[in-house]
C-alpha cells in the first residue's frame, strides 16, 4: 500500500463537532486516515505522499452505509409497482426469487454493489433471504469480494407462514450458516461480515428466533430483521402473540445492541423507549416506505431518546434505486412534512445517520463513519462543480438536497481506490451490466413473468 494525499476539497468530518475544513486535506497511510487538517497542506504532509489526487472543488466525506438492502432485487426493478407491500411479495418476489440460481445471485449482487460504490456508499447490509440454490450466500459474498466494497451478510430466514419454496427451519438454517460463516465472516481483511436475518415476526417462530440469535452471538454476528414496517404487519402480530413486534422480541429475550431493527415505522412510544434502553438499533428507509405505502417512521422522536437510526435504501424491488443521497434528501423531506415543521431534521444530522450512525449499525463505530485519524480510510469525493449543485454555500446542504450518484468522483475502500475519475478499478462495468440483464431473461423466463427482457 501507499500514501495518498486527497488534497484542496472541503473535508466534511462528519465528526462529533461537524467539523468542515474548508479548503482542507485528508492523507491516509495504508487502510487508515493518518491525518487531517484543514488550509494547504504542510509540505511534510505533501513530502509523504506517494500520490497527491487534487480534489478542489469538490466534498471529501466518510463513505456511507446503506444499512438495509436485497441486492438478489436488482433484477427486479419496476416490476411490481404501485402495490402494497403484501401484494407485492405475493405477485413478484416470490415467483421470481424461487427461480433465482446462484449465477444469477451473483450477477445481482455484483451490478447492485457497483451501484452502491457509485452513489457513495462504501458499505453494504444485505438482508439475503432467497435459498432456492444453497450456494447464493457464497456467490453474493464472493460479489462483495470481488467488487472490493465492505459488506454485511444478513443471511435471512423464515420458518413459518411464509412461500414454502422460500421456507426453511430452524435446524437448517443454522446448517446451513455454519459453512458460510467460517468462510466469510471476517475475510477480505475484515470487509465482510456474516450475520442472521430474521424476516419478519409473522413468518419467523418464536423457538426459532431465539435459536438463531444465541447462534449468531456465538461468532459475533448481528441480528437484523424486517420490525414494524406496515400497520398490517402489527395487527397480525396482536392477533397471535397478543403484542406488539418489540414487546415480542424483549419477551423472547433476544433484544439488544446487536440488534437491527429495519423499518421500524409503525413502533408506540412503549416500543421507542424499550429500543433506547436495550441499545437496539433501527435502519430508515424512507423512500421504501412512500414506494409501498407504508408509512412514515418516527426519527426525530428516535433520535430524541438517543436511539441509533442508520439510514438505508431498502431493495431495488421497493424503491427502485440504491442511491443514499436520495435516501438521505427524502428523509429530511419526509419528517418536514410529516411533523409540518421545516426545521425538524437538519442536513448535518442525516448525513451522520448514514455515516456515524451507519458505522455503530455495523459495530464499526469507532473505525467508519468520519474522517478522523486512525479511523478506516473508507472516502468518497463528491464533484460540488455541477449546475445541479453550484453554487455551494453550505456543503452539508449541498450534499443532501442537490448530490446524487452522477457527482461522484472517486470511491475508497480500506484505502483501495475502486472508483476513480468515475471510472471502476477492479470491476468491468459493462460485464456486470450484461450478465445482469441475461440473469434477469433466464430467471423471469422461468418464472414466467412477462417483462421486456423476456
Given amino acids: 500500500m501507499t500514501a495518498t494525499l486527497l488534497d484542496g476539497g472541503a473535508v466534511v468530518t462528519v465528526d462529533d463537532e461537524g467539523t468542515v475544513w474548508d479548503p482542507g486535506w485528508v492523507l491516509v497511510d495504508d487502510d487508515r486516515i493518518a491525518q487531517v487538517g484543514g488550509g494547504q497542506a504542510p509540505a511534510e504532509v505533501c513530502r509523504a505522499a506517494d500520490e497527491v489526487i487534487e480534489v478542489s472543488g469538490c466534498a471529501v466525506m466518510p463513505g456511507m452505509v446503506n444499512g438495509h438492502t436485497h441486492l438478489f432485487q436488482t433484477l427486479f426493478r419496476g416490476l411490481a409497482d404501485d402495490k402494497p407491500l403484501l401484494d407485492w411479495l405475493r405477485d413478484c418476489i416470490w415467483p421470481g426469487a424461487t427461480e433465482l440460481d446462484a449465477e444469477a445471485a451473483h450477477a445481482a449482487a455484483t451490478l447492485g454493489l457497483i451501484e452502491n460504490l457509485r452513489g457513495g456508499a462504501t458499505t453494504v447490509v444485505d438482508h439475503q433471504y432467497i435459498h432456492a440454490d444453497p450456494m447464493i450466500d457464497d456467490a453474493v459474498c464472493r460479489a462483495a469480494a470481488e467488487v472490493g466494497t465492505r459488506f454485511v451478510l444478513a443471511r435471512g430466514w423464515a420458518d413459518r407462514n411464509y412461500h414454502p419454496p422460500l421456507t426453511e427451519s430452524a435446524d437448517t438454517v443454522l446448517r446451513r450458516i455454519g459453512p458460510v460463516a467460517e468462510a466469510w465472516h471476517g475475510a477480505e481483511d475484515g470487509r465482510i461480515r456474516v450475520g442472521l436475518a430474521p424476516l419478519i415476526p409473522w413468518g419467523c417462530s418464536d423457538g426459532a428466533m431465539r435459536a438463531t440469535v444465541a447462534a449468531c452471538r456465538s461468532w459475533g454476528g448481528s441480528t437484523h430483521l424486517h420490525c414494524a414496517e406496515t400497520a398490517i404487519e402489527v395487527e397480525m402480530n396482536l392477533e397471535e402473540r397478543a403484542v406488539r413486534h418489540v414487546y415480542w422480541l424483549e419477551s423472547l429475550g433476544v433484544l439488544g445492541p446487536d440488534v437491527q431493527l429495519a423499518h421500524a415505522v409503525w413502533l408506540d412510544d412503549g416500543e421507542l423507549d424499550l429500543v433506547a434502553r436495550r441499545g437496539a438499533s433501527v435502519v430508515h428507509c424512507p423512500v421504501s416506505n412512500m414506494y409501498l405505502g407504508s408509512g412514515v417512521a418516527r426519527v426525530r ?29 427524502a428523509a429530511v423531506l419526509l419528517q418536514k412534512v410529516n411533523r409540518l415543521d421545516a426545521t425538524i431534521l437538519q442536513p448535518e444530522e442525516v448525513l451522520a445517520m448514514a455515516c456515524r450512525n451507519g458505522a455503530h449499525l455495523v459495530d464499526q463505530g469507532d473505525d467508519l463513519g468520519a474522517v478522523e485519524p486512525g479511523r478506516k480510510a473508507d472516502l468518497v469525493v463528491v464533484d460540488l462543480g455541477s449546475p445541479f449543485i453550484a453554487p455551494v454555500h453550505r456543503i452539508p446542504s449541498a450534499l443532501v438536497y442537490c448530490a446524487t450518484p452522477r457527482d461522484v468522483l472517486h470511491v475508497m475502500v480500506d484505502g483501495h481506490l475502486l472508483l476513480r475519475d468515475r471510472r471502476l478499478t477492479r470491476i468491468d462495468e ?24 423476456t
Wanted: positive net charge; proline residues 2%; hydrophobic residues 40%.
Fill in 430 to 453: 459493462e460485464v456486470a451490466l450484461r450478465r445482469a440483464e441475461e440473469a434477469a431473461r433466464r430467471v423471469f423466463t422461468r418464472a414466467g413473468i412477462s417483462t421486456r427482457l
Fill in 301 to 329: 422522536d428516535m433520535l430524541d431518546r438517543g436511539i441509533t437510526v442508520a439510514l438505508a435504501t431498502d431493495g431495488p424491488g421497493s424503491n427502485n434505486r440504491q442511491d443514499m443521497f436520495e435516501a438521505c434528501k
